[in-house]
Antibody
Framework: QVHLQESGPGLVKPSETLSLTCTVSGGSISSYYWSWIRQSPGAGLEWIGY???????YYNPSLQSRVTISVDTSKNQFSLRMSSVTAADTAVFYCATYKAGAFGYWGQGTLVTVSS | DIQMTQSPSSLSASVGDSVTITCRASQSISNYLNWYLQKPGKAPKLLIY???SLQSGVPSRFSGSGSGTDFTLTISSLQPEDFATYYC?????????FGPGTKVDFK
């Protein structure tokens, strides 16, 4: 059973960079693509991107210019950085596994509010 | 991007009812369609993958069907724990997109 736990600041100022980390336990970092998904009342569920343990990352084109996903296999963690945030980026951010075409395991989610 | 729509957006039902939710893709996605259940304050949970395959541990009252652009999720006998919001999601190509959700509540 794979367990994922998001961590990071719950409040980010406009124009700054949002940084979140997902810690993985109970599963091999090489077994999945590791994903970030966000959910906001306005935009619903939105796939941000994913990364393989090798470092190959794929992003939603709508966010690609502002997003970087990285992986640290030694720590069993992967991370999200989103730059130049605005109030529209306020959302619950989830990390999740992606395998065989589906998001099978999810973290509990973390609310990030963009506000000054 | 492939757009996903769901109908209805909400429905009211009783325990024991059979419920069907529809999901439509803006273009053919073969069977690259998943269904999730989400309860308030919780992460989505995978129910059905590849349109009709039941995720391990999910009760058999859940079933999925369809291919191409039209898909359905059926709950054969609604249980109290099934009152939630249901989302479809395609994995045909990136960017993956989700439907807007169908909220199932008590009649």
């Amino acid at each position: 059973q794979v367990h994922l736990q998001e961590s990071g600041p719950g409040l980010v100022k406009p124009s700054e960079t949002l940084s979140l980390t997902c810690t993985v336990s109970g599963g091999s970092i090489s077994s999945y693509y590791w994903s970030w998904i966000r959910q906001s009342p306005g935009a619903g569920l939105e796939w941000i991107g994913y990364i393989y343990y090798s470092g190959s990352a794929y992003y939603n084109p709508s966010l690609q210019s502002r997003v970087t996903i990285s992986v640290d296999t030694s720590k069993n963690q992967f991370s999200l950085r989103m730059s130049s945030v605005t109030a529209a980026d306020t959302a619950v951010f989830y990390c999740a596994t992606y395998k065989a075409g589906a998001f099978g395991y999810w973290g509990q989610g973390t609310l990030v509010t963009v506000s000054s | 991007d492939i757009q996903m729509t769901q109908s209805p957006s909400s429905l009211s039902a009783s325990v024991g009812d059979s419920v069907t939710i529809t999901c439509r893709a803006s273009q053919s996605i073969s069977n690259y369609l998943n269904w999730y259940l989400q309860k308030p304050g919780k992460a989505p949970k995978l129910l059905i993958y590849s349109a009709s395959s039941l995720q391990s541990g999910v009760p058999s009252r859940f079933s999925g069907s369809g291919s191409g652009t039209d898909f359905t999720l059926t709950i054969s006998s609604l249980q109290p724990e099934d009152f939630a919001t249901y989302y479809c999601q395609h994995s045909y190509t990136t960017p993956f997109t989700f439907g807007p959700g169908t909220k199932v509540d008590f009649k």
